[in-house]
T-cell receptor, first 109, second 114 residues
């Protein structure tokens, strides 16, 4: 499975956009990019995923570079409740998700 | 729908004891999995199942057994607990296939092995 690299922590002011980067330079053609988050002590929560096109839903936007070697999760208007650990995961067709250590996003007032 | 449920929420075991962590989902999902999360670390896949009667090993399967006799249930068994198995355990389920499937996680079971 391809591995991902994320910064260990980031800060964001409330109301501003949070842009969380992820590198996945060894991603293979059939692997999707998934983003999950985990709010303190709770189970992970699905955010969004994509293959090669940019995606948007009610929670976030996912921007994938044309070469698919990196992506960015965008929370357009971060709130205090978005403080969490964010995981970027690449997954092939075997339906296994390998979580790394993620990025700890701290949203401050 | 209750989603993914896990029992118990907390458990303390002595070294060598056995126990079963229960996981159930009412969404008719084919795929279910177990993860463990140690302090300050991400989730690591223990075992997974793509349907009733089918299970496979994940990243850290040693010391754990699973079975999948029904679509709804996916119990995780610790045959002889060790302090290294102290962790938070999450069960998850989702549909296989499809482009926008969502994986749903349970609330977790916190296990302490003394």
């Amino acid at each position: 499975d391809a591995k991902t690299t994320q910064p260990p922590s980031m800060d964001c002011a409330e109301g501003r956009a949070a842009n969380l980067p992820c590198n996945h330079s060894t991603i293979s053609g059939n692997e999707y990019v998934y983003w999950y988050r985990q709010i303190h002590s709770q189970g992970p929560q699905y955010i969004i995923h994509g293959l090669k096109n940019n995606e948007t839903n009610e929670m976030a936007s996912l921007i994938i570079t044309e070469d698919r070697k990196s992506s960015t999760l965008i929370l357009p208007h971060a709130t205090l409740r978005d403080t969490a650990v964010y995981y970027c995961i690449v997954s092939d067709n075997t339906d296994k998700l390998i979580f790394g250590t993620g990025t700890r996003l701290q949203v401050f007032p | 729908n209750a989603g993914v449920t896990q029992t118990p929420k907390f458990q303390v075991l002595k070294t060598g004891q056995s126990m079963t962590l229960q996981c159930a989902q009412d969404m008719n999902h084919e795929y279910m999995s177990w993860y463990r999360q140690d302090p300050g670390m991400g989730l690591r896949l223990i075992h997974y199942s793509v349907g009733a009667g089918i299970t496979d090993q994940g990243e850290v399967p040693n010391g754990y057994n699973v079975s999948r006799s029904t679509t709804e249930d996916f119990p995780l068994r610790l045959l002889s607990a060790a302090p290294s198995q102290t962790s938070v355990y999450f069960c998850a389920s989702r549909r296989t296939g499809g482009r926008r499937e969502t994986q749903y996680f349970g609330p977790g079971t916190r296990l302490l092995v003394l």
